[in-house]
Nanobody, 121 residues
Framework: QVQLVESGGGLVQAGGSLRLSCAASGRTFSRYWMGWFRQAPGKEREFVASTRWSGGSTYYADSVSGRFTISRDNAKNTLYLQMNSLKSEDTAVYYC??????????????WGKGTLVTVSS
């Protein structure tokens, strides 16, 4: 059974940093795209960042490019999202996802339950 379990969310002041983690289990993800998505209250879920589990291509949403960094630790089967210079508009539930066919939201096959990030201004 595939499980993606996010952690690391919380309350942070604007300008601060957080690191999210996603522990992946239940299958081999070596050929998968791994991504972070977020959903703010009253808004649709949106793409944040993605990378291949095997390395190589990485994509970021324009809104987070230069502030967020996606990375992975293959030995720990864990995906990370380092978030710096946080803004109030980054407040959302952040979801980890895995997809075999690509890096976009509709390509994702598996989703975690999310972790809440709240940025106070």
């Amino acid at each position: 059974q595939v499980q993606l379990v996010e952690s690391g969310g919380g309350l942070v002041q604007a300008g601060g940093s957080l690191r999210l983690s996603c522990a992946a289990s239940g299958r081999t993800f070596s050929r998968y795209w791994m991504g972070w998505f977020r959903q703010a209250p009253g808004k649709e879920r949106e793409f944040v960042a993605s990378t291949r589990w095997s390395g190589g291509s990485t994509y970021y949403a324009d809104s987070v490019s230069g502030r967020f960094t996606i990375s992975r630790d293959n030995a720990k089967n864990t995906l990370y999202l380092q978030m710096n210079s946080l803004k109030s508009e980054d407040t959302a539930v952040y979801y980890c996802a895995a997809g075999s066919g690509g890096w976009r939201r509709y390509d994702m096959d598996y989703w975690g339950k999310g972790t809440l990030v709240t940025v106070s201004s």
